[in-house]
């Protein structure tokens, strides 16, 4: 079948591809939006599970550093549609948002279902044709795109534009299996290896640290990688760490691993305690009362971070004020390895941005327009990579116009 009509093609039904579709559906083009899978935003419901931190109230100087070396790339693109325009248009789809303790915004319901299930339907009632159980699978020799139906009939369609917003490459059951690197790299479209990112890394435990302590928190503390330091919570695993403040330093440990093999990251159980303030407590101990029982009751230690400290120090040091003092003010822990992507919250890596005009085009594929986590850009949790995707299919709605209205003009 040869659909010669005139739509745009939007492929991908994650956040990025329906925030594009809302967009162009309000500037009045024919949209149609087709995913692979039975339902759209499977991995934004997954998100919700955990409580869907939509975005974050901070401003948007500091927002745009989240973002790392593309600080100034994302300047430009929150102004496309800020964390505000976000929370205004939760609201007027009736889920109203709310800033939680540490900036974080997330729905008043705190999921994604309900957002979703508002967010389809006014898709559909502004004319959006969702067309699940496609799959695009590639080109053919005249540019087309051919897409796998649910009856695994190949159709062959010809939108005026196609937005590809296809993800990165973790949790592929619930879509984004990064099919589409292969398809793009023949069509030379600069592609940087996608690696898992927001992701938990391995260690090899010595056999001293005992099972207790795995599936366990380490809560209040915080976690340093080479100049950079982060609070939150850790959680200890049978393999290596997974956690918040894990997450929060995945990009400097994931290179320094790239570079060296492996690095070490530096655990503080009592951040606010400074190390000659610990070394006078445990000089000044009463020395009745053995150590480990002093460490839970006066220093408030957990049994889990006791243990860890145990089984990570030698005799000699934990007998020693000052030894001690250091290891509970720095536990090194050896990490070598990201835990598999498929796991992690997102992706690194994808398609560079110089293989892009500025309005995302790819530029050897001219009415191919990309959005999401399918390009090479990433940030920490906390809302940044739900905005990032947002903003940027704001942008890329806004360059589909651009291109579509010169079009019309060169006819
Ligand atoms: C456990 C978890 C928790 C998270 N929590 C948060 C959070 O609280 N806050 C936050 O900001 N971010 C969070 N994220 C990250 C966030 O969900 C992603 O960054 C975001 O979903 C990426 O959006 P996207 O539209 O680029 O891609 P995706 O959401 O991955 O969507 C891609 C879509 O494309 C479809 N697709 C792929 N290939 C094809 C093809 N060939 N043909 C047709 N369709 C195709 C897929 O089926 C999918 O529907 C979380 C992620 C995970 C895994």
Not at 263 to 272: G, H, N, S
Request: aromatic share 8%; net charge positive.
């Amino acid at each position: 079948m040869n659909d010669t009509s005139r739509f745009i093609a939007i492929i991908g039904g994650g956040p990025a591809g329906l925030m594009a579709a809302h967009k162009l559906l309000e500037m009045g083009y024919r949209v149609h939006l087709y995913d692979a899978k039975p339902s759209v935003a499977r991995k934004f419901q997954l998100a919700g599970r955990g409580g869907l931190n939509l975005t974050h109230s901070e401003p948007l100087d500091v927002f745009a550093t989240r973002y790392y070396e593309n600080e100034a790339r994302f300047t430009t693109l929150l102004k496309k549609f800020t964390p505000n325009d976000l929370r205004d248009f939760c609201h007027v789809l009736g889920q109203d948002t709310f800033i939680g303790s540490s900036g974080r915004v997330f729905p008043t319901k705190f999921k994604a279902t309900e957002l979703l299930r508002a967010w389809l339907s006014d898709l559909s009632i502004k004319g959006l044709k969702l067309f699940t159980r496609h799959k695009w699978i590639g080109f053919d020799q005249q540019k087309n795109l051919l897409i796998e139906d649910a009856e695994n009939q190949i159709i062959t369609i010809s939108p005026q534009a196609t937005l590809l917003a296809l993800g990165g490459a973790s949790w592929g059951k619930l879509g984004s299996d990064a099919a589409w690197v292969p398809t793009l790299t023949k069509e030379e479209v600069n592609i940087e290896p996608l690696e898992a990112a927001n992701c938990g890394y391995e260690t090899r435990w010595p056999q001293s640290v005992p099972e207790s302590c795995f599936g366990s928190p380490l809560k209040n503390i915080t976690l340093t990688h080479a100049d950079k330091t982060t609070k939150g919570e850790i959680m200890l695993s049978s393999y290596g760490l997974e956690g918040g403040a894990v997450y929060a330093l995945s990009k400097s440990i994931r290179e320094a691993i790239n570079k060296d093999l492996s690095t070490t990251v530096l655990i503080d159980l009592k951040p606010k305690h400074s190390k000659e303030r610990l070394t006078k407590i445990l000089e000044e101990r009463e020395k009745h009362l053995p150590l480990g029982k002093f460490l839970k009751q006066e220093l408030r230690l957990s049994s889990f971070s006791l243990s860890l400290l145990k089984a990570l120090t030698s005799k000699e040091e934990f007998n020693c004020p000052k030894a001690l003092s250091e290891k509970i003010k720095s536990l090194p822990v050896n990490l070598y390895k990201a835990r598999p992507i498929d796991r992690a919250i997102s992706t690194a890596g994808g398609i560079k941005f110089d293989a892009c005009t500025d309005d995302l085009m790819l530029k050897r594929l001219p009415g191919i327009f990309v959005a999401g986590e399918m390009l090479d850009w990433e940030a920490p949790t906390g809302g940044y990579l739900l905005q990032g995707c947002f903003s940027m299919a704001v942008h890329v709605a806004q360059g589909v116009d651009h291109y579509l209205r010169e079009q019309s003009q060169e006819i």
